[in-house]
């Protein structure tokens, strides 16, 4: 089977050709054959990470495709960051995010000379509630269900009177005093907006992202629900 890739922008300066021609002996699904660029190219992996380029499109024979996308011999494979306009993401996360690449992300977006603020909202494991030390707070969510609706919450909120950009990151793991949860930042035309998006965001995150904590303190351990709702963890049987 074969197949031809075709890349665009940063993607085309990394590989240093505008397209290239895959040979493949097994089936080949969008996910392999990204893999294989990814493990072809090293280069991409660098520049994906470090300025956290997503998502990745793709179209296959001119037409949008997912990474479950079947590929047939002749296909066209065309592969591309995301448009210069803004973007909105949502993503769960296990691991700290850098928000001087975000911030720096956002700057190469062609709309970002309209931007008049950017606000950063920034959560954190509490270490004291309620008089009780904390040791403890593990996330657990849904998914793919948790993804999606952060990216829902992310691109309804690009969509409204200027916005630029959108950023959500919510970490899914077992987590200390004092350490990061979620991360939401927002570029705007004013301050205004920014703190006023960024506000409905996190609401909207905390009421519709199934995301649950399981709070560990020195009086028990509690599962956290709807809005800081505590529940005590029923025993083992």
């Known amino acids: 089977m074969k197949v031809k890739v075709k890349f665009f922008a940063i993607f085309r300066d990394v590989v240093g050709k505008k397209e290239i ?50 590929l047939n011999d002749g296909d066209e494979v065309a592969i591309f960051p995301p448009a210069a306009g803004g973007i909105g993401v949502g993503k769960i996360v296990k691991h700290d995010v850098s928000l001087e690449a975000i911030i720096n992300d956002m700057r190469r977006n062609k709309d970002f000379e309209k931007a008049g603020a950017v606000v950063i ?27 999606k609706k952060l990216q829902e919450i992310a691109d309804d909120a690009l969509r409204r009177e200027g916005v630029i950009d959108v950023r959500i990151y919510h970490k899914v793991m077992n987590l200390k005093p004092k350490e990061t949860t979620v991360y939401i930042v927002v570029a705007a035309t004013n301050r205004q907006i920014a703190f006023d998006v960024a506000r409905d965001i996190l609401e909207r995150v905390k009421k ?7 709070e560990v303190r020195d009086d028990g351990e509690y599962w956290i629900i709807g809005d800081g709702k505590r529940i005590p963890r029923p025993k083992k049987r």
């Open 208 to 214: 519709e992202v199934p995301i649950w904590k399981l």
């Open 121 to 147: 909202f920034i959560g954190f494991v509490k270490g004291i509630v309620e008089g009780k030390k904390v040791y403890s707070l593990s996330y657990e969510a849904y998914e793919p269900y948790a993804t």
């Open 21 to 70: 021609i895959l040979s493949f002996r097994d089936d080949l699904t969008v996910a392999k054959l990204l893999k294989h660029i990814r493990n072809s190219f090293p280069e991409i992996n660098r520049y994906i990470d470090e300025y956290e380029i997503e998502p990745i499109i793709v179209l296959v024979n001119g037409k949008p495709a997912t990474e479950k996308t079947t």
